[in-house]
């Protein structure tokens, strides 16, 4: 049993079908969710698709909810999978990616995310960015992102160390101009 | 990597601050003499600044309604908290009690919307012999259904679920057959009524 989850009374009354008490994890998990999926789909719209997967998984499945671990580490790994599953479909489809021009004034029209720390993420292998979006982004332990992405917590190190290091050299930072290809 | 250097996760957890003193000063030695790792060190660093500083993505307003109407369409699977041999045996001792008063409880949580917030709570105890289930639907706002309110039922005497209530300073009282109370959120009532002294009420989950 992990320590006192801080979701469990919401997720206890959840699973008796408690339709209010569910509605109230999603507005506590709903913006930490679209981040993870935005950050790793680098798309807003596809995040929401993600997310609002994610949500109807979780409902469905509330009752395979173990409190093994936190909630929220059952809810990210939803997320994971769903942006993963997301991000499957579109490649089956091959859409151009190319910049559309947005609006500036139009933020939320543009649904690619174009700052310069996503087309960095973008460019890290799937698994680092999960790890690095997990970890810096949300703030997330070694054990958790372990729980979360079925990783080894030295994998999820070593992933962590390798990600960090790609996005800076992408984003030419510290003096990380290094040749030396790993 | 060259024998000699530390590994990834070393300098992994020098930037992380995660190592005991010593080890620590072995390894700012290494990379003071070393500039391969000290370059290391500094995208690792540099990696993560960049990460924590990146900017918040706001979700797009119509999603959380996305989430509703998903809801909406999807029943979740039930679940029965305690089985009925376990309520048996967890009170046993009581059913002598139980049996002479025939006390069913049944707690509906309802809010005004589904943002959450302090809404109207009542928790219901009913006196129906033999247990029986009495869903009276005084439940005046019609959009209780819609929200897909849960409705729980509790075994034990009303009064004394009542009684309790009011000693956790909860405004309770018996209403006929059930106990009403008004509170700002019904969180606190489950909560008050997990921890009442002579074990946790048990809750049975009925269909709606
Ligand atoms: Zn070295």
Redesign the interface.
């Given at each position: 049993m992990a320590a006192r989850d801080p979701d469990g009374d919401l997720v206890r009354r959840a699973q008796r079908g408690d339709r209010l008490a569910f509605e109230r994890l999603v507005d506590r998990h709903q913006a930490r969710l679209f981040t993870l999926a935005a950050r790793t789909l680098g798309s807003r719209d596809e995040a929401a698709d993600a997310v609002q997967d994610a949500f109807l998984r979780a409902w469905r499945r509330l009752d395979s909810f173990r409190g093994d671990a936190l909630f929220s580490t059952w809810l990210y790994r939803i997320c994971v999978n769903a942006a993963h599953d997301q991000r499957t479909r579109r490649s089956a489809e091959p859409a151009e990616l190319e910049d559309v021009a947005p609006d500036p004034r139009d933020r939320f029209a543009e649904s690619r995310l174009s700052d310069e720390i996503q087309t960095a993420l973008d460019a890290l292998d799937e698994t680092q960015r999960e790890v690095v979006v997990l970890y810096d982004i949300l703030g997330c332990s070694y054990a958790e992102i372990a729980e979360v992405t079925g990783a080894a917590e030295g994998t999820v190190k070593s992933r962590l160390f390798r990600g960090r290091t790609e996005l800076a050299r992408r984003l030419g930072t510290a003096g990380a101009r290094g040749e030396s290809n790993t | 990597m060259a024998e000699g250097h530390p590994s990834?996760?070393d300098?992994?957890a020098l930037a992380e601050g995660e190592l005991p003193g010593d080890r620590r000063n072995a390894l700012m030695q290494h990379i003071d003499a070393c500039p391969?790792c000290a370059?290391?060190v500094?995208?690792?660093?540099?990696?993560?600044?960049?990460?924590?500083?990146?900017?918040?993505?706001?979700?797009?307003r119509q999603?959380?309604r996305?989430?509703?109407a998903?809801?909406d369409a999807?029943e979740?699977?039930?679940?029965v908290?305690v089985s009925p041999m376990r309520l048996v045996a967890l009170l046993a001792p009581l059913t002598v009690v139980l049996a002479l008063v025939a006390a069913v409880a049944s707690i509906d949580?309802?809010?005004d919307d589904?943002?959450?917030g302090g809404g109207r709570e009542s928790a219901q105890a009913d006196e129906g012999a033999g247990g029986g289930d009495t869903l009276d639907q005084e439940l005046d706002a019609p959009t209780l259904a819609e929200?897909?309110?849960?409705v729980?039922s509790v075994a034990g005497p009303p009064r004394q679920v009542a009684a309790f209530l009011k000693s956790r300073g909860l405004d309770a009282r018996v209403v006929g057959r059930r106990v009403v109370v008004r509170a700002s959120d019904?969180?606190a009532v489950?909560?008050e009524l997990a921890a009442r002294p002579g074990g946790p009420i048990q809750?049975v989950?009925e269909s709606?």
């Open positions: - | 990834e996760l300098l992994l391969i370059r290391a500094g995208e690792v660093e540099a990696g993560r600044a960049a990460l924590r500083a990146a900017p918040a993505v706001e979700a797009p999603l959380r996305r989430v509703s998903d809801l999807h979740p699977p039930r679940r908290y949580f309802g809010g589904s943002s959450g929200e897909g309110m849960a729980a019904p969180d489950a909560r809750v989950v709606p």
